[in-house]
């Protein structure tokens, strides 16, 4: 079992940057992979940022690339997704999942834990 919990969410303006971290407990940290997703209303849930288990290699949604930075602290159980130059549109729920196969993927149903979200509004 793995358990997932974001913090950091909160309202910003356009422009504006916020970091989110996502504390992990239970199986090893360095043995699976950790992602991203945002789930904005009425939307489905897609996929944000991913980093391996050894944080080397990442892989981004276009929509977010050059803005948003995934990162991971193997010795803190964490994994962090600093937002810059926020736009209205990156208004989401936004989720810390775990992939126990320890690869880089990006669909949902890939990943096998989930944190509860944490809520980004981006004002314009």
């Known amino acids: 079992q793995v358990q997932l919990v974001e913090s950091g969410g909160g309202l910003v303006q356009a422009g504006g940057s916020l970091k989110l971290s996502c504390a992990a407990s239970g199986r090893p940290f360095r043995s699976y992979a950790t992602a991203w997703f945002r789930q904005a209303p009425g939307k489905e849930r897609e996929f944000v940022a991913a980093i391996s288990p050894s944080g080397i290699n990442t892989d981004y949604a276009e929509s977010v690339k050059g803005r948003f930075t995934i990162s991971r602290d193997n010795a803190k159980n964490t994994v962090a997704l600093q937002l810059n130059s926020l736009k209205p549109e990156d208004t989401a729920v936004y989720y810390c999942?775990?992939?126990?196969?320890?690869?880089?993927?990006?669909?949902?149903?890939?990943?096998?834990?989930w944190g509860q979200g944490t809520q980004v509004t981006v004002s314009s």
């Open positions: 999942a775990a992939n126990l196969w320890g690869s880089i993927r990006s669909g949902a149903g890939e990943y096998d834990y």
